[in-house]
């Protein structure tokens, strides 16, 4: 396919990673002209966690009415769109391919470029909408539901992953401690609501490798001091503390302290590592507000630039998905035979 991309003026984005159905429209001069998210959070709210299967099929009932409504809000029609953009990595799988049919079909019958769209990156690329300018090379973080990757990033589609989580991801700590509290999913807004009212300081939770000089995340050590601190050390006779609405305040409070403190630490060591002067941070969690919070401070006693996704481009959305424009313009088209990688790809690429 022969494309003269100066002719075209608006990407549709599909994004359907996980547990939202998006779409958006992007101009050329990255100006987002709509993006329409449809969550499924009610969905999966009794089972504390995406159920994969209920996802995949949720996308199937949506994923249409979510592209018009787009193309409404935007005010075009299909025959505008000079581009289609997908997320096809990371996610799961059946969620993941209900975006890329989609994205195919609309490819090949409007014969437009497709785009391959790494969830990752456009996560990390949500700063840069934001910024209205460069913001790269940079550290890039993404703290989410399913990651806690740092990254050097030496453009907005070159990445290196220098470090991640061992075991759970950030989002998956908050949502699960959450479910440990009763305090309700999806968890991360669920804590830092009922967190104002605890004390950050009333338990003293693990901070792993906090000290250590490696760019690596755990939270198991965390989740289960947690549990332990709320239900009780399985075998002992000690009785825990009653779980009244303060003492849930403070263990929400606490916790959250302790794994914000490890998520800023970790920057501030992969900013030194890879003396870089500037961090990108997306990705669900980022819309933490003591987490927006500590990061300033440290970005400010260390001096980099730091820029954090607007609240709006934190979780999943489709909009973000204008790291597209970047491909397009390197001339990066995807064949149409593009296939979903599930999986986080660990190479640089
Ligand atoms: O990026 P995202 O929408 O989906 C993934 O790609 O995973 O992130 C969802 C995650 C969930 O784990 C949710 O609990 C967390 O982001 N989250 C938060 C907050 N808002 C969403 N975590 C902490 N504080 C928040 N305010
Ligand atoms: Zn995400």
Same mark, same amino acid.
């Given at each position: 396919?022969?494309?003269?991309?100066?002719?075209?003026?608006?990407?549709?984005?599909?994004?359907?990673?996980?547990?939202?159905?998006?779409?958006?429209?992007?101009?050329? +001069?990255?100006?987002?002209?709509?993006?329409?998210?449809?969550?499924?959070?009610? #969905?999966?709210?009794?089972?504390?966690?995406?159920?994969?299967?209920?996802?995949?099929?949720?996308?199937?009932?949506?994923?249409?009415?979510?592209?018009? !409504?787009?193309?409404?809000?935007?005010?075009?029609?299909?025959?505008?769109?000079?581009?289609?953009?997908?997320?096809?990595?990371?996610?799961?799988?059946?969620?993941?391919?209900?975006?890329?049919?989609?994205?195919?079909?609309?490819?090949?019958?409007? +014969?437009?470029?497709?785009? +391959?769209?790494?969830?990752?990156?456009?996560?990390?690329?949500?700063?840069?909408?934001?910024?209205?300018?460069?913001?790269?090379?940079?550290?890039?973080?993404?703290?989410?539901?399913?990651?806690?990757?740092?990254?050097?990033?030496?453009?907005?589609? +070159?990445?290196? #992953?220098?470090?991640?989580?061992?075991?759970?991801?950030?989002?998956?700590?908050?949502?699960?401690?959450?479910?440990? *509290?009763?305090?309700?999913?999806?968890?991360?807004?669920?804590? !830092?609501?009922?967190?104002?009212?605890?004390?950050?300081?009333?338990?003293?939770?693990?901070?792993?490798? *906090?000290?250590?000089?490696? #760019?690596?995340?755990?939270?198991?050590?965390?989740?289960?001091?947690?549990?332990?601190?709320?239900?009780?050390?399985?075998?002992?006779?000690?009785?825990?503390?009653?779980?009244?609405?303060?003492?849930?305040?403070?263990?929400?409070?606490?916790? !959250?302290?302790?794994?914000?403190?490890?998520?800023?630490?970790?920057?501030?060591?992969?900013?030194? !590592?890879?003396?870089?002067?500037?961090?990108?941070?997306?990705?669900?969690?980022?819309?933490?507000?003591?987490?927006?919070?500590?990061?300033?401070?440290?970005?400010?006693?260390?001096?980099?630039?730091?820029?954090?996704?607007?609240?709006?481009?934190?979780?999943?959305?489709?909009?973000?998905?204008?790291?597209?424009?970047?491909? *397009?313009?390197?001339?990066?088209?995807?064949?149409?035979?593009?296939?979903?990688?599930?999986?986080?790809?660990?190479?640089?690429?």
């Amino acid at each position: 396919m022969s494309v003269d991309v100066s002719s075209i003026r608006y990407v549709l984005a599909i994004e359907s990673s996980c547990d939202e159905t998006a779409a958006a429209v992007i101009d050329s +001069d990255l100006e987002v002209r709509s993006s329409v998210v449809a969550s499924q959070y009610e #969905l999966h709210r009794d089972f504390g966690g995406v159920v994969p299967e209920i996802a995949s099929r949720a996308h199937v009932r949506r994923i249409l009415p979510v592209i018009d !409504q787009s193309l409404k809000q935007a005010g075009i029609t299909l025959a505008d769109v000079g581009a289609v953009a997908v997320a096809t990595q990371p996610g799961l799988v059946g969620s993941l391919l209900v975006g890329l049919t989609a994205a195919k079909t609309l490819a090949l019958t409007l +014969d437009v470029p497709l785009i +391959d769209v790494n969830h990752i990156e456009a996560h990390i690329y949500a700063c840069r909408m934001a910024a209205g300018r460069d913001v790269f090379p940079a550290i890039g973080f993404v703290v989410s539901g399913g990651h806690s990757n740092l990254y050097d990033c030496t453009s907005p589609v +070159d990445f290196e #992953l220098i470090g991640s989580t061992i075991d759970d991801a950030a989002g998956e700590a908050f949502d699960k401690v959450a479910q440990i *509290l009763g305090i309700g999913f999806p968890g991360g807004p669920a804590i !830092q609501r009922v967190a104002e009212k605890g004390n950050p300081k009333a338990i003293r939770f693990p901070r792993t490798f *906090l000290k250590e000089d490696r #760019l690596e995340f755990s939270f198991s050590g965390l989740k289960t001091a947690v549990l332990y601190t709320a239900k009780g050390v399985p075998g002992s006779t000690k009785k825990p503390e009653p779980l009244t609405e303060q003492r849930i305040a403070d263990i929400a409070a606490s916790f !959250q302290a302790a794994a914000v403190d490890v998520l800023v630490a970790k920057c501030e060591q992969a900013l030194r !590592q890879r003396n870089r002067n500037r961090l990108c941070v997306g990705g669900g969690v980022a819309a933490n507000v003591r987490l927006r919070g500590q990061l300033e401070r440290m970005a400010k006693r260390i001096g980099v630039e730091l820029h954090v996704a607007p609240m709006s481009l934190c979780t999943d959305n489709a909009a973000m998905a204008a790291i597209a424009w970047e491909h *397009l313009r390197r001339g990066r088209f995807a064949p149409l035979d593009l296939d979903v990688t599930p999986g986080l790809v660990r190479r640089k690429r």
